[in-house]
DNA sequence: TTAGGGTTAG
């Protein structure tokens, strides 16, 4: 005798699949059973929230599981007000009630709300209803006050919990390691009744965002059990903190413990191949992705590409670009910058043609690639273009590095009052870096006016700058005015100021090797 | 369902 079960179609995961089922639903009529209306909402919030909530809104009798799963949706999302607007309307609605569910994620919405009042009206609720025992009611409470800034409340409510899981202990220990209050953190963690992985995990990852590194690896070091996020968070901060030989034998290490390395991992120690020009240590890395069979794509596929063109291998970036099928802003960004970093300025506006031709919109850091690539190889119509194209067709305003790009290219040309005007529209303090560059290009055309006048700006802005000192002292050496360069660069000493060493790396044989003006082997 | 940590492009 055989059993035949009805399988339902999968769940719509993209938004044509989505729109597809939806028309279908709309067709058999399906649409207005609440049951089959709540799952298609259900996988719609996954994609978007304004597509579900239109569903939504058309709707003639939305069950429970409808408004908690787009009250849920909204309560992480940038508008979480829309949860306890959503949450009035089931108030008011007559032929729903809320449950645990709804109130789990309307706290949660009220934490992220910022409000403490909301919070404490929709707690009113829980009581009245009778759910004031739930766990995981009582769990979202703790976080919201937690979240809020009141560890007091928080710390209450966690101890006359009856009933409490390490989630509820989390709840506290997380918001402390967020918010960076590691000394409270390290209380509070003695404290605990439970511990998780996860626990450990939010302590290292405060160290770490705390720029505390060594304090972070001494918890890391005590951890009983580490899982891959564990060693992601370390790895993560001797990145940040530049220790990029201590990425790479953690990355060994968590190899060893058999730990399963995912595509953070990955994402992180190419950042760190491509910091060190580390071929081949990227490259060891890229066979180990395609030999496990790892999908290539979002951050992954822009790290290769990033780490092929930092490390040289332009042929390879492209092809990991090429290959890539679902391209994102970033991916596109990373394959200009390199195209343009190797001098390849007119390749790069190629490839930006091709973004706009697939109909992706190019964001700030496109432009910054693209404008400096226009610079590095000298295109001046071209960049002039691209700065026009930026303000005016994407409404982009610039920034700082875009001004930098522009003011670099001008002054490249020796059009030197253009790129002072263009520096005098930098409507930042940071206008630092644009008359560095500025200053810069005096030098190569030697207008020893400008320069003094430039560096007085750089001065006035910043009265530790070295670069400015630097400069002038280079420009009035290279006009044969040895004696006004000395004095400058004794007036830099006795003001304090020092100059940043050169450094430069090289990979021999797979090990990375710094090194530093003036000096022997650091690393 | 609740806490949920970790990533890229300039």
Redesign the pocket.
Known sequence: MSTTFFNPPPPPTTVPELHQTHAHLIKTGLIHHPFTAGHLISAAVKLSLTYPHTIFTHLQNPNAFSYNTLI?GYATSPSPMTSLTLFKDMLVDDNVVPD??TY??VL?AC?NVGCVGFGEQVYGHVVKTGLDGD??IC??LV?FYAKNGEFGIARKVLDEMCVK????W??VL??YC?MGMMEDARVFFGEMGVR???????MV?GY??GGRVDEARRVFDEMGVK????W??MI?GY??NGEFGEVFRLFEDMRKDEVVP????F??VL?CC?SVSGLSQGEWIHAYIDKNGVEVG???A??LV?MY??CGCLEKALEVFRKTSRK????W??MI??LG?HGYGKRAIEIFYELIDDGIKP????F??VL?ACSRSGLLDEGYKMFELMVHTYNIKP?I?HYGCMVDLLGRFGLLDEAEGLAKEVPFKEAQVVWESLLGACRSHNDVEMAERVTKKLLELDPQDSAGYVQLSNVHASEGRFNDATELRKKMRAQGVSKDPGCSMIEVNGVVHEFLAGEGMVL
């Open positions: 849920r645990n569910y789990t994620f949660k934490g766990l995981y769990n979202t976080h899981d390490v989630v509820s989390n709840a997380s918001v967020e998780n992985v996860e626990s450990w995990n939010f990852s770490v965002k899982d891959v996020v564990s992601n968070v993560t990145a940040r995912d595509d953070y991992t994402v992180n950042s491509a979002g951050f992954l822009t790290a990033d063109s930092k994102d802003i970033s991916i960004n990373s910058a390199g970093l964001n700030e850091v496109t910054v690639s400096s920034t590095e």
